[in-house]
């Protein structure tokens, strides 16, 4: 493969309560100086104060977390680096997710014998899975409810302007930065009809965009200012997305604040 250069496309934003972002930076630079040091894919921020989260009823629906991140890890590459990162996901301040819902069933598409892991119950899990050959991975995986998939492969494509790696007829990628060796990829999984998607709360993804101008109107969902250079909004399930406008000589920004509006409403059935 041949090498990718330039800024990321898409960082991820993780806002943390005061007082415990730089211990989460930390821990994510740490996991990752080992597979991927020259990428910077997660920023943590810090909120001003707490928020409170409501549950939303979906009868007795499973709701699917809205995010995951895997690592594919080379085995040939060492089994101690496998066994470091391992490690270090067991250890605080990373929490085990658990992979039954609330009346003991397996979750759908979480393995049997697999573990995962977060920093909080509104920020995205984590995996890692062992491959024999090729890249290693690094994949942000937004899981789409199953009507609104095809609109969400239609809503990326057009943010990053490129088309979808389509793998599966219910998953595609797009490849944001490889080398010979390692692959970073936003993914979308389309889940079974009848499950719901649990956005979480704290993750929002962040892109540059060249002409905002031209993307808003096509957006499914209000796109409301929030500085000079930034715009935030929603995907159709609810995903924070931020939308920088940004220009060759543009210094990547290394914080974010959301500010929660009452007008974003309810993901619309259709891409407009």
């Known amino acids: 493969m041949d090498e990718t250069q330039g800024p990321l496309a898409m960082t991820v934003h993780l806002l943390a309560n005061s007082g415990h972002g730089?211990?989460?930076?930390?821990?994510?630079?740490?996991?990752?100086?080992c597979i991927c040091p020259e990428v910077r894919l997660f920023q943590v921020s810090e909120r001003a104060s707490p928020v409170k989260y409501?549950?939303?009823?979906?009868s007795k629906r499973y709701?699917?977390?809205?995010?995951s991140v895997l690592l594919f890890l080379q085995k040939s590459l060492g089994e101690d680096r496998?066994?470091?990162?391992?490690?270090?996901l067991q250890h605080s301040p990373w929490q085990c997710y658990p992979t039954q819902d609330t009346w003991g069933r397996l979750c759908p598409y979480l393995f049997a014998n697999q573990e995962f892991y977060s920093l909080d119950s509104q920020m995205p899990i984590w995996g890692v899975r062992q491959v024999h050959c090729g890249s290693e991975i690094l994949r942000v995986t937004l899981y789409c409810s199953f009507d609104?998939?095809?609109?969400?492969?239609?809503?990326?494509?057009m943010i990053l302007q490129r088309e979808a790696t389509l793998q599966k007829s219910n998953f595609c990628f797009f490849v944001l930065y490889a080398t010979k060796s390692f692959a970073l990829q936003l993914s979308l999984k389309q889940l079974p009809p009848g499950m719901s998607v649990d956005p979480k709360e704290s993750s929002v993804l962040q892109f540059k965009v060249r002409e905002i101008g031209q993307l808003v109107p096509l957006l499914p969902n209000p796109c409301i200012p929030i500085s000079s250079t930034r715009w935030q909004t929603q995907d159709y399930d609810g995903n924070k997305i931020l939308l920088q406008r940004w220009e060759s000589s543009s210094v990547a920004q290394t914080g974010v604040q959301w500010c929660c509006h009452s007008s974003l409403r309810s993901p619309p059935s259709g891409f407009k």
């Open 22 to 33: 730089s211990l989460l930076q930390r821990t994510l630079d740490q996991l990752l100086d």
């Open 148 to 157: 609104n998939y095809e609109d969400a492969i239609r809503l990326y494509e």
């Open 54 to 58: 409501c549950e939303k009823s979906h």
């Open 82 to 88: 496998l066994f470091r990162v391992l490690d270090s």
């Open 63 to 67: 709701r699917f977390p809205g995010m």
